[in-house]
């Protein structure tokens, strides 16, 4: 039996919770976070006379417990590489929410620490059922070969968002805002379903948050693919609600969208996708996948299968950093 600590109990630490809870061959063994408040939370959500959570205020000391196999990261961005760095100086296997890392920086050096093939990065959209059903069309050229990408995200992140907690918006904590935070699962289609990205020309701007934060709430960027697509990505937090994101591709012999959690094939729908059992809608539903997947399976997606959408995202930046000026990834 693998015993897991989650830890940071703040908005996506229970969703980790809750899918060990449904996972064979683990258990969920503690919460680390230094709010007694949400420790409490935990305990009293998913603790019971047969099944006691262990409460840690402090990382360090945590990770002396060698009853603790295993640790999901769902901190700040700023935390990740050093969190994750202690962690397997600890022997200890680890989950991690994205973005991997908060800098290129700490990405590259990420690469090369030892004990690396123990980490999973959760981009657990790619386990959802369209998006399993979209690379198998994809790849057995159903439609011919790819003519055109696009990828549309528009959802509403405002102040009280920010507000909530002082990482947010900033550089130095967040590492960026929209692209790095919501949009980054949807980037991800195009290195994940297309191909590797090798340039982007990008633009980001801060609409509706001036006043409140320092990163962007909007970017539109071309990404070119290294098999010759070319693809576009319009994204923004000013929208006035949460849409599901689109992602379309035209082929030879038709077009297909990924949106509202089908799949259309022109007029033809498919619905392949599930509301996730705790969560958001617009999420999919895939955390558990994911997390069965790495317990039960042995499988995940590594440091080295997301490099190339983490490189992009820090290329996003660099572009619009100068100007929009080609930054190769």
């Known amino acids: 039996m693998i015993n897991v600590c989650v830890v940071g109990y703040g908005s996506i630490g229970p969703i980790h919770a809750n899918a060990l809870t449904n996972t064979e061959g683990v258990v969920l063994y ?14 009293n959500e998913f603790g019971s006379s047969n099944m006691v959570i262990h409460e840690y205020e402090d990382y360090d000391e945590m990770l002396k417990d060698d009853n603790i196999h295993s640790v999901h990261i769902c901190t700040p961005h700023y935390l990740h590489y050093e969190m994750i760095q202690k962690a397997l100086k600890a022997n200890k296997l680890v989950v991690t929410e994205k973005p991997a890392t908060r800098t290129k920086d700490e990405f590259t050096k990420l690469l090369s620490a030892d004990g690396i093939e123990n980490v999973c990065v959760t981009f657990q959209n790619r386990l959802n059922p369209c998006i399993i059903k979209f690379k198998e069309i994809i790849e057995k050229k159903e439609l011919g070969d790819i003519k055109a990408v696009r990828a549309v995200l528009t959802w509403n992140r405002g102040r009280s968002y920010y507000e909530s907690a002082d990482w947010r918006g900033k550089w130095d904590t967040e590492g960026g805002g929209l692209l790095i935070n919501q949009a980054i699962h949807t ?70 969208r990924y949106i509202d959690n089908k799949l259309w094939m022109g007029e033809k729908i498919i619905e392949c996708d599930i509301a996730p059992k705790k969560g958001k809608s617009y999420w999919g539903s895939a955390h558990e996948d994911l997390i069965k997947r790495f317990y039960e399976n042995g499988q995940c997606f590594s440091v080295y299968d997301v490099k190339n959408t983490m490189e992009t995202t820090f290329a996003i930046y660099e572009s619009s950093g100068s100007n929009g000026n080609t930054v190769l990834v």
């Open 187 to 256: 980037l991800d289609y195009f290195s994940y379903l297309i191909g590797n990205v090798v340039s982007v020309n990008a633009n980001m701007f801060n609409y509706s948050l001036k006043d409140v934060i320092e990163v962007e709430d909007s970017l539109v960027a071309v990404l070119r693919m290294d098999n010759g697509v070319q693809g576009m990505f319009f994204a923004t937090n000013a929208y006035g609600t949460d849409s599901a994101p689109l992602f379309e591709v035209t082929f030879e012999r038709g077009t297909v």
């Open 30 to 43: 503690g919460v680390c976070d230094p709010d007694v408040d949400r420790r409490k939370k935990c305990v």
